[in-house]
């Protein structure tokens, strides 16, 4: 569920129309709500009510707007991060570094010394070796670092090849199978506290079975790391909830979910830890633009909106679909391509979809926007970054601003030596 909808025939974003927030940020904007937000993360955390003790952590790389993440901070929720500049947001938010888990394959040495010296919470290890180099620096530095080891389970996600992260052949945690020994070489290294084991076998997945199947895996390691003698005190068992791209798309809901781990990791007497993303932000958003032309096709017309791939990444990365809506319906459909204006036929929102019909200057929404979206925004083709708005009942604020090309122009230099007339 989302609070956008539409109140006397126009577009609202809870109690905002749409096209307020059009005349007043201009357009392409990406527009969030508060209230979805709020929801996403209060049913996350009720739907894990019967999987005991629980750390609920949002993955910042689905939507790292400050505002977004001020909001997530007073739901309670840590933070998810994977790089350097993800765990400065965190800490600007005003999530406290011991609620920050820091995933990811290639944190660099200022990255993990940086961390530490915050007092980060815990690192997911990706490998042997950084768990020796963290813990050298953490020794070092008089510091203990918490970590857990991830592991790759090898199961299919079912979800996109290019948001499946659990199989052998990608390139995320160790072999499940090696962990054991990987923990013989790191526990008892001075500077490392290793708790436990993570893993995050994908995004957008639609079923709960891979997971099930993931989790189950864990749990088996989890009785032989301890056979072996080591304290397992975490599991984290990562994000990756899927949500409805399309009308009627049917997703197992966060209560689904959260039974489904109470049963798996029944037994296992640990703190679970969660890092949910897309299912927090993905519906909580919308990226709002106009229409330029409608312009005749060989086949079907080509509706030219004001947003394009740079704006909007998923569709022309992985296929997604991102729901069409006019702002101010007229009841009327059409077929039609939706497609931006950057020079490559790969910016192309939809083709040969029945939609609301449209004309030039209308305002129009690609709905579920709100994970994924303005985080992989680029300046490609020249065009300026987008900017992002936050909701909250009847008044709404500019959360980050529209960067001009000028402003990224002026960051540029010809240095002298291509001085003509030297
Ligand atoms: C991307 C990512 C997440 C969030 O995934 P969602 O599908 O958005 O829930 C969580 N954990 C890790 C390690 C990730 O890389």
Redesign the pocket.
Known sequence: MDHFSLVDGAMHCEGVPLSVIAEAVGTPVYVYSTATLKRHARVFREGLAGAGDVHLAY?I??NPNLAVLRVMADAGYGA?V?SGGELARALAAGIPASDVVF?GVGKTVTELTTALEAGLGQF?LELEEEGVVLAGLAAARGLVANATLRVNPDVDAGTHAKIS?GKRENKFGVPIDQAPAIFGRLAGLPGLALRGVAI?IG??LSDLAPLEAAYRRVGELVTELRGLGFPIERVDL????GVPYREGDVLPSPAEYGAMVARATKDWGVRLMF?????IAGNAGVLLTKVIWVKPGAINPYVIVDAAMNDLARPAMYDAWHDFRAVHPTGERMVANIAGPVCESGDTFAMGRDIDAVKSGDLAIFRTAG?YGATMASTYNSRALVPEVLVDGDRFAVVADRILPETILAAERIPEWLTPGD
């Open positions: 993955a790389k689905a998810d994977v995933s997911n992260t995050h995004s957008q990562g994000g990756g909830l890092e949910p993303g897309r299912v994970a």
